[in-house]
């Protein structure tokens, strides 16, 4: 009988933490406690301290955190925001949202915007850059800062694929004014639902962010600061999120020794181009093991047709989505990309032999 790897397996990875999830659940019910209480501020206590920031505040979503720190920010109509053409469509619809206009950069070999090509893209109308740090490798940040600091532009991090990643030690979602994340339930901190946080060390920001999550409401003294939104991430989610926190460093363990056996199995076959780049100090978690096949469509076709879930996200860029109306231009890397990318199951919850399968099944592919 065909075999079936899940590309990730929510319910299995429950059985691991039941538990400690249950415990919290019971605790959550039991005290009643459903919106901003102890639990969110608990969670954003210890994601901050994971993160290395002075403050996490807790949101709906990834792309609430990336909507509500471009408000932050004070970026609006008339204002240009650098975004790397090969992402998830959020990244730059946040930009769109909030009157914006998204100026697309081309990403390099390792899917991570060109830092070549961002100097060029700034015009005396751009306010920010907003690099994204995808499946869990991050882009290169000390020369974004450079390019920030050179023109006073303002960094948001889209990082909402790379929680862990790091360059020299220090974190993503540390470096620019925001990091923006994203608990939705197939991120490496995934909920049960959705979930998204902002992770600062501005305290300006962090005051914003907690009242606008709250239609404008300081909760405190109950005034209003501004005309705000329902974006609070939910106190279940926290407490859940909080549980699941506490297992990343052990998850990430594993899933660097899943990339390894990715690694060992299919470095040697020409057509393929694995996820694993030298750059000195950075540490890659892999969100996603997304690698580049030759055969585009054909190979992740096999890889379906033999029971292996793969990802092939995206074949069609999102500017070339004529109804999302974006002026874009011609971005061969990312154009490259789309026709090959392909990820291979990547999550805590898939066994050693299910790896193996997966492995089984590319060399298949290429006649070994
Ligand atoms: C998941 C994701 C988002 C959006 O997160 P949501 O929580 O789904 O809104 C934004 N950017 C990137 C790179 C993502 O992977």
Redesign the pocket.
């Known amino acids: 009988m065909m075999r079936k790897v899940r590309f990730v397996d929510p319910g299995r990875l429950y059985q691991t933490i039941k538990d400690e999830i249950d415990q919290a659940y019971f605790d959550v019910m039991t005290q009643g406690d459903l919106i901003d209480r102890s639990q969110l501020r608990d969670f954003e206590k210890n994601l901050a301290a994971f993160v290395g920031t002075k403050y996490a505040i807790g949101l709906n979503?990834?792309?609430d955190a990336?909507h509500m720190s471009l408000r932050a920010a004070g970026i609006g109509p008339g204002d240009e925001v650098i975004v790397p053409a090969h992402?998830?469509v959020?990244?730059c619809s946040a930009v769109v949202n909030v009157g914006a206009t998204p100026v697309l950069v081309d990403v390099a070999d390792d899917f991570n915007i060109d830092i070549t090509k961002v100097e060029p893209a700034i015009t005396s109308r751009t306010r920010g850059i907003i690099p994204?740090h995808?499946s869990g490798w991050m882009a290169d940040m000390q020369s974004v800062m450079e390019i920030a600091n050179k023109h006073n532009l303002f960094v948001i991090e889209?990082a909402?694929?790379s929680l862990g990643s790091s360059i020299n030690g220090k974190r993503a979602g540390s470096w620019g004014l925001t990091g923006c994340w994203?608990?939705?339930p197939f991120?490496m901190l995934g909920g049960y639902g959705?979930g998204?946080a902002i992770t600062t060390d501005d305290e300006e920001v962090a005051n914003f962010a907690r009242r606008m999550r709250y239609n404008g409401e300081d909760r405190d003294s109950g005034e209003y600061y501004g005309h705000g939104f329902t974006c609070l991430l939910d106190n279940l989610q926290a407490a859940f999120l909080d549980v699941k926190l506490r297992h990343l460093p052990s998850w990430i363990a594993r899933r660097k020794a899943i990339a390894d056996r990715y690694r060992q199995a299919l470095s040697d076959i020409p057509d393929l181009v694995l996820p694993h780049y030298t750059k000195p100090g950075f540490d890659h978690v892999y969100q996603n093991y997304t690698l580049r096949a030759k055969q585009g469509t054909v190979f992740s076709e096999h890889m379906k047709a033999h029971g292996v879930e793969v990802l092939t996200q995206f074949r069609k860029p999102y500017y070339r989505h004529e109804r999302l109306k974006l002026l874009a231009g011609y971005f061969p890397g990312t154009e490259a990309i789309s026709r090959e990318v392909c990820s291979l199951p990547m999550a805590v919850e898939i066994n050693d032999d299910e790896i193996d399968y997966v492995i089984e099944t590319t060399l298949k592919f290429f006649g070994r």
């Open positions: 979503s990834g792309y990336l992402t998830f959020a990244t994204v995808l889209d909402c694929q994203s608990f939705y991120k959705d998204g």
